[in-house]
């Protein structure tokens, strides 16, 4: 199954990398600027993605505390059937904390061109630099 994978080290503890993921507003500095989310799981979201066009939509699927957030992730009016989903996951590493961020489920989304879609998050991932955005705002300590 096609997966996009990034990954990034930063130079601080879990815990301390944790703290943009506990709250609507610690995500919007980094992930998403206009993210609505209800950070339990089960709880929905809605945002624009990335690229400042496309809606995204879906729910909390798994939320362990200095560990990982998982995401399913719906591109709204994009024809998909089903949603991919969003992981990022955080492990503690000598110098600090090493943060994945995968897309998957490209595959099950229910359309003929699914393929496509990989190939435009890859890109995406390489332009929008998601785990750069994590990296400063931990950095700064903001």
């Known amino acids: 199954m096609p997966e996009v994978v990034r990954a990034l080290e930063i130079a601080a503890p879990p815990s301390v990398v944790w703290r943009w993921f506990t709250s609507q507003e610690a995500l919007r500095r980094w992930l998403l600027p206009d993210l609505d989310i209800d950070l339990t ?11 400042g066009e496309t809606r995204i939509s879906g729910t909390v699927l798994d939320l362990v505390p200095e560990g990982r957030l998982v995401l399913s992730w719906l591109e709204e009016d994009a024809g998909w059937s089903h949603p991919g ?3 990022i996951e955080l492990a503690p590493i000598a110098p600090g904390t090493r943060v994945t961020l995968t897309h998957d489920g490209f595959a099950g989304i229910g359309t003929a061109g699914w393929r496509g879609t990989a190939e435009a998050y890859e890109r995406g991932a390489d332009q929008h630099k998601v785990l750069d955005q994590l990296a400063a705002v931990v950095t700064a300590g903001a």
Do not use: H, K
């Open 41 to 51: 799981v089960g709880g929905a979201y809605r945002a624009t993605g990335p690229d």
């Open 85 to 87: 989903r969003l992981v």
